[in-house]
């Protein structure tokens, strides 16, 4: 089944602990993406990867980090995550080629005290 | 500033009858629009799109009309049903920016029976 996947689901946190949270896709797909989802804001891209070693800052990138070593995954970290980041996290993928239809993964709830 | 706006934060409707969503442009560039569906719990999900080529199309229930002039577009669901119930989001992009997807707010669809 063509997916992507994302983990945590859902994550508690204090301020300054370091996370990451892990996104895999298996449709070889060489675009992929990090947005986050807030009250009144809709989907805001964090970061973007167009391939392997080609990482791009999206609208919002203060305060995360990305990294594209393999195809498949692109984790998002927050090495010192602040109350601000609490938010929703949607991890996509698409295929090269400016019109690909973008997959989704199933979110990952962070909360951060 | 926000280049997709979806002003209604929610509509509420009589299963059967039209749902008429909404979403309004300010970025003459775009010329590729699509809505995401989204259930709770659940990534968004590609429901249908239209190039500015086009000033509609159809794909089952759901429609979706694109008036250029006024940067406007909107997404017709007839019949409703109520597992059309969620969060729509539409997005644009432009082919000269790698087709990066710039999405709304999101309105909440509720079908009632």
Redesign the interface.
Known sequence: EAQ?TQNPRYLITVTGKKLTVTCSQNMNHE?MSW?RQDP??????IY?S?NVEVTDK?DVPEGYKVSRKEKRNFPLILESPSPNQTSLY?C?S?AA???????????TRLTVL | DQQVKQNSPSLSVQEGRISILNCDYTNSMFDYFLWYKKYPAEGPTFLISISSIKDKNEDGRFTVFLNKSAKHLSLHIVPSQPGDSAVYFCAASAINQGGKLIFGQGTELSVKP
Do not use: N, S, T
């Not at chain 1, 009144?40 to 891209?45: A, D, E, K, S, T």
């Open positions: 992507v675009y947005y009144g804001l809709g989907l805001r891209q973007y167009m999206g949607f996509a698409r080629g400016p019109r690909g239809e973008q997959f989704f993964g199933p979110g």
